[in-house]
């Protein structure tokens, strides 16, 4: 049995909280909060498990084998660390750290201490992801030409972090997990309408064999957007995160290009327009299967998903996108980020 705390029970934390009390092999333990009310309103439920205002009781509990970090992103780093050198595994919400020289400290602290270390890349573990990775692990798709992504809404403005961190992280994630080859480059651009933090973002990132990915995400759209396009040579598959009943629409339709090598001139285009047809995709929540990869990479020791390395591949990737935003979209190479 492996014993759960919380650190953060506000927006999200109230959702881990409520997975790990229910995620069989686990039992929350203890609920951590500086805000006496919030731990009050905590799934409505704080007399189900101990709860304390005090990080420091939570690492010094002997009855503690595993905590999970709901609070600001510039926390991150610091509570993950003393956790794991606490002997704590971690399960960390997004993004990993604020930093790509801290995320891969907090790599190399969960190594050393043979802890796990997960970050909670949410979309990762959804029955539509994992879906479309089969898909293209099949090879059906063909040759990958790229990924074009939308994530925008009205809000939430976060206090800490801009949209870029906050948003992007998502699809950035969704983006490594399905390609297998490495990012090269990233060039980003992005805009503060209000507060001090950028609200609106455009991030592109280049790939090696030509692939090239496109992320747009932004706080101040008047309706709420979750799509994804990828195509491929043979075959292009959308993703619509917000559709109920086909998330995933696999569609047989793209580009033939005839080339004469005699004769330029004589190069033809031919676009192929198929069917569209819509696989079946799991409906398991996708944070209570990422709380089941985590209890299971305890017990068991299989890889999850979103560990550590995972984490700092994302890192990297957002504070590249980052700087080149401070530059006006310079385009900065990944090798320059170690």
Request: glycine content about 8%; aromatic content about 8%.
């Amino acid at each position: 049995m492996i014993r759960v705390a919380v650190l953060g029970c506000g927006y999200w934390g109230k959702n881990i909280l409520r997975v790990f009390d229910s995620l069989e092999g686990c039992e929350l333990r203890m609920a951590c909060d500086p805000r006496p009310e919030t731990l009050a309103r905590a799934y409505g439920r704080s007399d189900a498990f101990r709860t304390t205002g005090d990080v420091n009781e939570v690492f010094g509990a002997s009855d503690i084998d595993a905590v999970a970090i709901c609070t600001p992103v510039d926390s991150h780093y610091s509570l993950a660390r003393d956790a794991l050198l606490a002997g704590k595994h971690v399960f960390v919400e997004k993004p990993m750290t604020h930093s790509l020289e801290s995320a891969q400290d907090l790599a190399a602290v969960a190594e050393q201490t043979n802890l796990v270390l997960m970050v909670d890349h949410t979309f990762v573990y959804s029955g539509a992801v994992r879906k479309i990775r089969s898909i293209i692990e099949t090879g059906d798709i063909g040759r990958l030409h790229y990924f074009d992504s939308v994530r925008i809404n009205l809000g939430l403005f976060q206090p800490d972090v801009n949209v870029l961190w906050d948003l992007a992280a998502h699809d950035v994630s969704i983006l490594l997990h399905l390609v297998d080859f490495e990012p090269q480059w990233v060039s980003a651009v992005g805009a503060t309408h209000y507060g001090n933090f950028e609200n609106q973002a455009y991030v592109t990132i280049g790939f090696e064999q030509s692939f090239l990915s496109h992320i747009h995400v932004n706080w101040l759209a008047p309706v709420k957007l979750r799509s994804t396009v990828i195509g491929g040579s043979r075959r292009m598959i959308v993703y619509n995160d917000l559709e109920p009943s086909e998330s995933v629409r696999v569609y047989e339709r793209g580009v033939t290009f005839n080339n004469d090598p005699e004769n330029r001139a004589h190069a033809l285009v031919d676009y192929r327009l198929g069917d569209m047809f819509a696989p079946h995709v799991e409906k398991t929540e996708p944070l209570a299967r990422g709380a089941s990869s985590f209890r299971n990479a305890i017990v068991q020791g299989t890889p999850t998903d979103s560990d550590g390395e995972a984490g700092v591949r994302v890192i990297r990737i957002l504070e590249a996108a980052q700087r080149s935003m401070q530059s006006e979209g310079r385009r900065l190479h990944l090798e320059e980020f170690h």
